[in-house]
Each structure stands twice: as structure tokens, then as C-alpha cells.
């Protein structure tokens, strides 16, 4: 939109006079600075405002700090500087310069510590009048004197200086370090001192130690310690002594005097290894070299055994050396040998000698003889002759079976504690006459041949025997009266827990079990195992009754009743409340079973073979008749329902139960049987 009566207006035109242009400019630079007063007034403030007073601490105090920043203010090691990472380098003469960023926080006063590592110093050493001496610094070779070590860290070191024929010197040093350069000169003294050697006759060699020296008279040095020095010419004994050198202390050795040498015999024997003596001194076993005095007789005497002795003289000159050889000639004597069997083959020092008895001419020194003959076991052994008389050897083989028979044990102990004793059986007959008062049916008369050695146990098997497999087992009471004390013998246990007890016994000593179980139950014997059993019927009556040259025992005590007091454990008056049927006016103090072996023992020296328990035996029950057949090691039936029990026991008082030949079975557990052990020797 446009306004039509707008006017413009021409002004009029005035020119500036000089004056007025001065006093203009002047306006404007007084503008000027003042606001450039102002802006800098307000950058200091707003600098004093935003800066940070940061102080640096260095080591050591003289060193210079460069801090890389625009804005900065510095009072002594105190800055002001702003928020901010500035690049800074420190530095002081003799020390590394160290370069570092320096991070300034928000934080208003802010410290920084630095410390300038250390430049190493040098150490310039010398040994006057030594060159090449060894120089080592903290145990490193550092090269040979004169030299300069170079690059050494500040501080304390060890210096060793070493050079041949001079005393070491170790000693503590400073090193300045910052990068300066010190000296040190180190005097070695001397570790030897000057000798002089003079000997009658001279030019004779001298060593020290192995080394060779020279020939005297001869002045040298030697080190300081003590010395093997030895002095020899041909023709004249060495001399030998050790001397003690001090350094510095010079030594002059002039009353030294040679000896005309000694004869030198070689001395040797056929054979060799004989005594020698050399005028009754002994000088040792040849071969030897003999030292002897020259122009002077000596008599040599050799002496061996089983060589008769020999001797020689001898009066050798200075220098001499004779090579002696000795011929020993053997020393005999006569030795009558009785050889049986006559047929036996003798061997002396592993030659035959002959069949049978031999008169033989040997050395008289020690020989091994032997004896051998099919099937019979070897002799061999060592004799030692002696000189001067005729000698009888007299020598008898021993048969296989023989050695065997010797070699086994006649008593052994188990594992448990049981002592087994050796058995040797032979044919007897078992069962009963049917003549025989309290004789049974199934007692038959029979004959066994028992062939086999076998050991049984002196006692039955105990409660703390049989608790050592069954930890559990308790054996009862009767009438309050305890089964179950650990000496006691074991019951209330079935066949098949006594034969469980003699695999788990064969177990702990590695023998072949007699025993065949499957999932814990017994199902078959093995009778060639050596391990431990039950005893068959056969052997437990054997051992029980057997005596040689008679039918055998009826009783334990005897042929006839009553028995004598206190032989055994039977049902006796003090039973009478607990069992029907007792020994009339006879009292062991014992209602139940004793402790085994608590009596006497009985037949082959086995305890309770009657009274205290009966025991279960290996065979399976079976009546059978009587007959003239001999069966060998029999075992009893192969099956059956019924176990075999042999022997009386506390709760036994009959005629027929007290019999050795009483056959009971049963197949439960009874509180008056129990059971001992046997095995086969092998």
C-alpha cells in the first residue's frame, strides 16, 4: 500500500571540521578498551572460576614440570588449570624423563606424586700391578681389570675381584648412580711365597702334588695352603713330605737326603691269593710288589689254605727288581665217605666222584659235596678239611616223600587263632559190637583205611571266632545260664553255617575252599581242596578213639563208667533241673558248656572230643551195615537229609550218648552242638 502525500525533503549539507574527527576516534578507542578490559576482567574470572588447583609433588624437588596447556597458571609445583587430560613431561638432570598424562578432574583440589627413576652410574676399577684380574659384580662376570662398568643401578652391590695366584678381594660399594662415573682402585695381595729346594744328591725332580716343578737345587713360588711335596731321583728312595706355605713367609728347604733305593721283588703264587710274609711281618696277598732293604737277607713266606707253605730268600742289591713266582703245592688228606643208598652218585666241587661209599684224597680248604639218586631228594652241602688228619663223612638220602613228610608242620594256627595239630591216621574200625552195652543200630561196625595226613583244631570253634564272619551271631541261653560269652564254643548254628565258616577261613588265607557254593548256599564238596572243613566222620573217630595196639576208646576217660571227676562236660547233678537224664554223683561246676578246653585233654591231645558240645561232622547221615570191605578216606554219602553229630555233650548223661562210637544227626540248629575244624595237610 502506498501513501501518496508522502514528501521528502532535502537536507542541508554541513562539512566535519578537524576538531570533531579527533575527538570521535578518541571516543571510540576509549570504547574499545574498556570493553576489551571488561572481556579480559571477565575471562580471568571466569578462568579463576573454572579452574583447579592441582598440586605435583615430584622426586626429587629440583625437577622441571611442562604441563602442555593453553590456560595455565603456576605457583611454584601449584597449578590452575582447567577440567581437562593435559600431555606433561617431567624431567631433572641425572634422572630418566618421565612423560605422562595428567587428568584433571572436576574435583577442586587435586595432588599428584611422581618419582624419576634414577640414570645407573659406571664404575671404573683398576688393580694396580695385576692384569686380567676377574671382575664380578653381584656374582656376574663383568670382564677383566682395568675395565669400566657401565649401566650399574643406584645402590648397594657386591664386588668380587679375582686373579690367579692373588687372594680375592669382596667387598660392599655404593653406586651413586645419575649417570655419573666413579673410580676404584683395589690392591691384591699376593697368595704365594718364594721356596727354595736344595737335596744330597741334587738333580732330583720335584713334584708337588702330580705337577712337575724342576729339578734341584730350584727356587720357585707356590700357593699359600698345604702341599704334597716329593722329591725323587733314580737310584734313591722318594722323599715325601707335606708342607704348610704362608703367603709372604718364603721357605728354604736345604736337609734334604735321598736314601739308597729299595729292592723291588714281584712277588706272585700258583695259585695267586696266598698270605705272604717277608721275615715274619705280613706285607698282604699276592700278587704284591715288595719293597726290601738292599744288601739285607729277607726270607718270604707264602701260606694258603689247603696248600702246604712255601718259602724263599732272597738278598737283592739297591735298585734291584726280581719277579718271583711262587708253585703251590696242594695239602691232602684222606676222606672216607659212607653213601646211602649204595648206588648214589657223589659229586665233590661239581665232579663226580664215584657211585657209593668213596675213599678220597682232597685239599684240605673248603668243598661242596653232593649226593643224588632218582626219587630221592638231593644232599648238598659244604665241608672244610682240615690238615693233618684222615676224615669221615657219612651221608644218607632222605626219599622224596620223606623230605616231604619232614618239611610239614605239626601244628598250625589260622588266621582266627585256632591252633590245628598234625594228624597221621591208619586203618581202624568205627561203629560198635553188637555186644556193646548202649550200642545203636546205626553204629555198624566198619573198616577205614585213612591215608591221608590231616590237622584238626586242639578246640572247638569258639563264639568270637565264628563272630569274626558273623558279627551278629548270638548263641542263647539255658535257663539264664549265657551260651554266648566269646570263649565259650559256638552254637545254635546249622552244617551249612559251620561249612560257610571254613570257606570264609580258606578265603582269608588263599586256599582252594573245600566247599562248592552257589549264591550263598552249599551245594557239593571238592576233596582234593586243601582249604578248610568240617572233619569227616571216619577222622573225627579216629581221633577220638584211636589208640595203637588196641580196639580203640569207648569213652573219652576210658573203657568203663563213671568217669573220673571233673574229666569233662557231661550232664551232670548240677543239670538235673534242666535235663532228665544225668551222671549220678558227679559235678563239673558247669550247668551249660564251659569255656573250650576249660578240661583235660583226651585222646591225641584234642580238647572236648566229649562233653561241652556234640559237633557237626562233614558226612551226610546214612545208617548203613556193617562190612568187610576197607573203604579209603571215605566222606560219607553224596546227599542226604540229615547231617552227622559225633560226641556228648552238657546236655548228655546215657550210657549210649557218653559212647565215642554214638551217632546222632539232625539238620537245625541245637544249643548243644557246635563244631571244630580240620583240612587236609595238602
Sequence with gaps: MHDENIRIEAAPFKPHTPGQRSRSLKLRAGVVLTGLFLLISLGAAWFLFSARAVYINVTPAEARIDVAAILQLRLADRFLLLTGSYPTEIGAEGYYPLAVELPITEQQNQEFHYQLQPLPGSLRITTPGVVNAAILLDGAARGVAPTVITEIPQGGHRLTIQAERYFPVETNIEIEGLGREQEL?????????????????????????????????????????RHRLMVKRDGFKPWIDHIQITAGQAQRLTDIRLAPADATVLLSSDPPQANA????????????????????????????????SAERSLKPASGDQVRLNVPLQPELVEVSFDIRPADAELYVDGALAGTGSQRLRLPVRGHRIEVKKAGYADYSDRIALLGGADQQVAIELKTIAEVRKAQIKSRV????????????????????????????????????????????????????????????????????????????????????QAAQYCNWLSRKESLPLFYQETDGRITGINPAASGYRLPSEAEWEWAARAVPGTEGLKFPWGPALPPPDKSGNYADETSAAVIGRILENYNDDHLAAAPVGSFPAGNNGLFDMGGNVSEWVNDYYGIGLESANVSSDPLGPESGEFHVIKGSSWAHGTLAELRLSYRDYGDQPRNDVGFRIARYVE
Design 185 to 225: 682402585a683395589v690392591e691384591l695381595k699376593p697368595a704365594w711365597a718364594d721356596v727354595e729346594i736344595v737335596s744330597d744328591p741334587q738333580d732330583a725332580e720335584v713334584f708337588l702334588g702330580e705337577e712337575s716343578l724342576g729339578r734341584t737345587p730350584l727356587a720357585m713360588t707356590i700357593l699359600e695352603g
Design 277 to 308: 710274609t717277608v721275615n715274619g711281618e705280613y706285607m698282604g696277598m699276592t700278587p704284591l710288589e715288595l719293597a726290601l732293604t738292599p744288601g739285607q737277607a729277607a726270607t718270604i713266606k707264602l701260606h694258603k689254605p689247603g696248600f702246604l
Design 413 to 496: 594256627t589260622t588266621t582266627a587263632g585256632q591252633t590245628l595239630k598234625l594228624l597221621e591216621p591208619y586203618t581202624f574200625t568205627l561203629g560198635a559190637s553188637r555186644r556193646e552195652a548202649g550200642r545203636r543200630a546205626n553204629e555198624p561196625l566198619r573198616t577205614v583205611e585213612l591215608r591221608k595226613p590231616f590237622y584238626l583244631s586242639l578246640n572247638e570253634v569258639t563264639n568270637a571266632q565264628f563272630r569274626e564272619m558273623k558279627a551278629d551271631h548270638r548263641s542263647g541261653e539255658v535257663q539264664g545260664i549265657s551260651l554266648d560269652d566269646d570263649p565259650q564254643p559256638v552254637v545254635n548254628i546249622t552244617w551249612e
